[in-house]
Nanobody
Framework: QLQASGGGTVQAGGSLKLSCVAS????????MGWFRQRPGKAREFVSV????????DYAASVKGRFAVSRDNARNTVWLQMNSLKPDDTAVYYC??????????????????WGQGTQVTVSS
């Protein structure tokens, strides 16, 4: 089970840090991803971090502004979001993918999903 939190309303240019806490003892073996669903659009990839935290990847639209990290001892993954734009307004979801050598960016590659947390960026 994944529990996402940390969403809220912020002005453009501001920052938010999302958290995702996982239950279970196998969290450390999963690749973790963040996705978002903007109003009227399909859910899209935002970021991914491998099980050990060594490798990360980002969607082009957030690269340089967002940073993903994790602490396996705390079963937690974070998404630090800086320089937020109104276009970042969305429901953000964390997700867990089984161990694999790649960097999954597609929704179907993830087995478990959190409930989503709303991020609203005002102009």
């Amino acid at each position: 089970q994944l529990q996402a939190s940390g969403g809220g309303t912020v002005q453009a240019g501001g920052s938010l840090k999302l958290s995702c806490v996982a239950s279970g003892s196998s969290f450390g073996s999963y690749t973790m991803g963040w996705f978002r669903q903007r109003p009227g659009k399909a859910r899209e990839f935002v970021s991914v971090i491998t099980w050990g935290g060594r490798n990360t990847d980002y969607a082009a639209s957030v690269k340089g502004r967002f940073a993903v990290s994790r602490d396996n001892a705390r079963n937690t993954v974070w998404l630090q979001m800086n320089s937020l734009k109104p276009d970042d307004t969305a429901v953000y979801y964390c997700a867990a993918a089984p161990p694999n050598p790649g960097m999954p960016t597609a929704r179907h590659e993830y087995d478990y999903w959190g409930q989503g947390t709303q991020v609203t960026v005002s102009s």
